[in-house]
């Protein structure tokens, strides 16, 4: 009878730790997975902020461009075809 009762306690047992570790793993799961997803969130943050300050370089030298193409529209207005 002892014998029974110490099975069925080292059964139970069994099964408790088979659960405490089953939430452990879960856990761990996901912690990597939080991990993961801030890893890829930061770097499309930083893709983002490299892609901002290509488009501002851009930009610039796109008015740039516009601006002295403007000048020399001035200039050709100014002076009309004989």
Do not use: C, F, W
């Not at 912690?31 to 930083?46: F, G, P, Y």
């Not at 851009?58 to 004989?82: C, N």
């Amino acid at each position: 009878m002892i014998e029974l009762i110490a099975a069925a306690a080292g059964g139970i047992i069994a099964i408790a730790g088979q659960g405490v570790l089953n939430r452990l793993g879960r856990s761990d799961e996901a912690r990597d997975a939080v991990i993961r997803l801030t890893s890829a969130v930061e770097h499309i943050a930083t893709q983002l902020e490299a892609l901002h300050n290509d488009m501002k370089e851009d930009r610039k030298e796109i008015y740039g461009r516009l601006g002295s193409i403007e000048l020399r529209v001035t200039k050709l207005e100014v002076h009309p075809h004989q």
